[in-house]
Nanobody, 122 residues
Framework: QLQLVESGGGLVQPGGSLRLSCATS????????IGWFRQAPGKEREGVSC????????TYADSVKGRFTISRDNAKNTVYLQMNSLKPEDTAVYYC???????????????WGKGTLVTVSS
């Protein structure tokens, strides 16, 4: 099975930046569409961003457009989420997920990581 491990979470002040990484193993990353999701305390999990297998197509939730950037390096089997201008409402556990047979991201992704906590607070 494809395995995904998130890293890079932590405590950051409002307005700060953080870069999350999703390292994969087991199968070539290039075979999968990858999405970033997040779940804040007391709320349902929501999609944050999605990137196609080649990296040519990306999508973002309205709440993060202009602040977050998703990218991938298939040679390194790693997907990134650069988060700038962070707000307290960005506080959540962030998950990366993979799906082999779709060009879009949804809650029905095939493989999921265990998540990394991002806390935005002063």
């Amino acid at each position: 099975q494809l395995q995904l491990v998130e890293s890079g979470g932590g405590l950051v002040q409002p307005g700060g930046s953080l870069r999350l990484s999703c390292a994969t193993s087991g199968f070539p990353l290039a075979s999968y569409t990858i999405g970033w999701f997040r779940q804040a305390p007391g709320k349902e999990r929501e999609g944050v961003s999605c990137i196609s297998k080649s990296g040519g197509l990306t999508t973002y939730a309205d709440s993060v457009k202009g602040r977050f950037t998703i990218s991938r390096d298939n040679a390194k089997n790693t997907v990134y989420l650069q988060m700038n201008s962070l707000k307290p409402e960005d506080t959540a556990v962030y998950y990366c997920a993979a799906a082999p047979f779709t060009y879009v991201c949804s809650e029905k992704m095939t493989f999921w990581g265990k998540g990394t906590l991002v806390t935005v607070s002063s």
